[in-house]
């Protein structure tokens, strides 16, 4: 079993910056693809960013060139960098864990943080 759990969420005025976090156990870190989704009310959880083991990274069009996301494997932990907020950018942020091992296929995610971009 692996424990996902995000962190940095806030409320922030539209154009401010916020880093987000999700930290992952397990000893294969280096071995996990981390993926950042989100959910507004009343609309379907979206991929927002991912990073593979290998560090490509792929973001959706909504966020290209405001937000980067970033791995530290000596700290199992994935960063997502939001910078020039938007209110539309307001949502629950979960952190998604996935690799395959040996044929199997392995999926985690975290409980959610928060991002809500307000005046």
């Known amino acids: 079993q692996v424990q996902v759990v995000e962190s940095g969420g806030d409320l922030v005025h539209p154009g401010g910056s916020l880093r987000l976090s999700c930290t992952a156990s397990g000893s294969i870190f280096s071995l996990y693809a981390m993926d950042w989704y989100r959910q507004a009310p009343g609309k379907q959880r979206a991929l927002v960013a991912a990073i593979s083991s290998g560090g490509s990274t792929n973001y959706a069009d909504s966020v290209k060139g405001r937000f980067t996301i970033s791995r530290d494997n000596a700290k199992n932990t994935v960063y997502l960098q939001m910078n020039s907020l938007k209110p539309e950018d307001t949502a629950v942020y979960y952190c998604?864990?996935?690799?395959?091992?040996?044929?199997?296929?392995?999926?985690?995610w975290g409980q959610g943080t928060q991002v809500t971009v307000s005046s």
């Open positions: 998604n864990v996935h690799w395959k091992l040996r044929g199997n296929d392995y999926d985690y």
